[in-house]
């Protein structure tokens, strides 16, 4: 069924400052150079200005700072949040219980909420507990002891390891895998390497995404814990008895070493890494491919190999490009002074 709103309730939805018909009707979500009469769009840049006046969209979502001349436009402080704000109710629907595919494989002693959807070729070990409203799509793997909160979607071909608890509305995408070994040896003096048991577990907290094929390993001892608003995206490795705090970013191919610690609302660029056994304060933000080696304080700005603040770094890899002209410089200065030497050390004519 259409969901229909009048731009008033849209522009309450998101706090936002109505310009134009309050009672225009909106049935859906465009972007400006595609968005047709019942949609609505956004604009954050001036430099899609053009696109905007020319846009088919019903209405527009407008950054506080961009003027515009359009019939029917509502200002907001971020068009970015309002967007996905108003996307998101567009494409909510109700949760469709599927119930259990007849190749699926299900375990002793299992508790399941009385609306689920368990897909083909699921395995579920024994005594997992699964909430209400979970969909388990095909081909995924759980362990057992597992625990999946309410709402929660794990999408085809994830396996989640055994004695692992998930939150409510976690999403995990397709071909990851949570629980598995840390990475823990011993090696003895013959240079072998004996494995270290990895007798711990995960937990996810509420509200968390993870990325297709991203791994989060079991502790050692204890617990890998991912806390509650935390949105990791592809390809992203997390270490044993790594702690990463709530509602933290991290972008594809992050990698966090063992019994590392992340404070709240950290954010690590495409690539990052961290080493092990060190504690990253709230709010840092780390540009991608940098490497964190040491111990930083809330609110830090990253950026390098090693990471040190990020306006330092920048001006030494701006510094670094001027080399070669540097060091043409530095040979032309050594030249004069040898000849000036030469010339000290000639025998005096006069003498």
Not at 45 to 53: L, P
Not at 130 to 135: A, K
Not at 327 to 337: E, S, T
Request: aromatic share 6%.
């Amino acid at each position: 069924m259409e969901k229909k709103l009048t731009l008033e309730t849209l522009a309450r939805m998101v706090e936002g400052e109505l310009s134009g018909d309050p009672s225009l009707e909106i049935s859906g979500f465009g972007p400006l150079d595609s968005a047709g009469p019942g949609d609505i769009s956004f604009l954050v840049d001036v430099k899609y200005y053009d696109q905007a006046v020319e846009s088919g969209a019903a209405a527009i979502l407008v950054g506080k700072k961009i003027a515009v001349e359009v019939d029917n436009f509502v200002r907001v402080d971020d068009a970015y949040l309002a967007s996905a704000i108003i996307q998101n109710h567009f494409l909510a629907h109700p949760f469709d219980a599927g119930g259990i595919h007849d190749s699926a494989v299900i375990g002793q002693n299992c508790r399941f909420g009385k609306e689920i959807t368990i897909g083909a070729q699921v395995v579920i070990g024994d005594r997992v507990t699964l909430g209400e409203q979970v969909e388990i799509c095909a081909g995924v793997v759980i362990g057992p002891d597992v625990t999946i909160g309410d709402g929660s979607t794990i999408k085809s071909n994830v396996t989640i390891e055994y004695g692992c608890e998930l939150g409510e509305r976690v999403v995990i995408h397709p071909g990851c895998v949570i629980g598995s070994d840390g990475y823990g040896y011993a090696t003895d003096k013959r240079g072998f390497h004996v494995k270290r048991p990895q007798l711990g577990t995960v937990k996810i907290g509420d509200d968390v995404e993870i990325g297709a094929n991203s791994c989060v390993d079991r502790a050692t001892f204890g617990v890998t814990w991912i806390k509650s608003g935390t949105k990791i995206d592809n390809l992203v490795q997390v270490g044993h008895n790594v702690v990463v705090g709530e509602n933290s970013l991290l972008v594809a191919q992050v990698g966090i070493a063992g019994s590392t610690t992340l404070g709240r609302n950290v954010v690590m660029g495409g690539q990052a890494g961290a080493v092990g056994h060190i504690s990253v304060g709230d709010g840092t933000m780390v540009a991608g491919m940098s490497a964190i080696h040491g111990n930083q304080p809330a609110g830090a700005r990253l950026a390098g190999i090693p990471a040190i603040e990020g306006r330092q770094w920048f001006k030494s890899a701006t510094a670094f490009s001027k080399l070669p002209e540097l060091l043409k410089d530095v040979r032309k200065i050594k030249k004069v002074l040898a000849s000036r030497e030469d010339q000290d050390e000639s025998p005096n004519k006069e003498g």
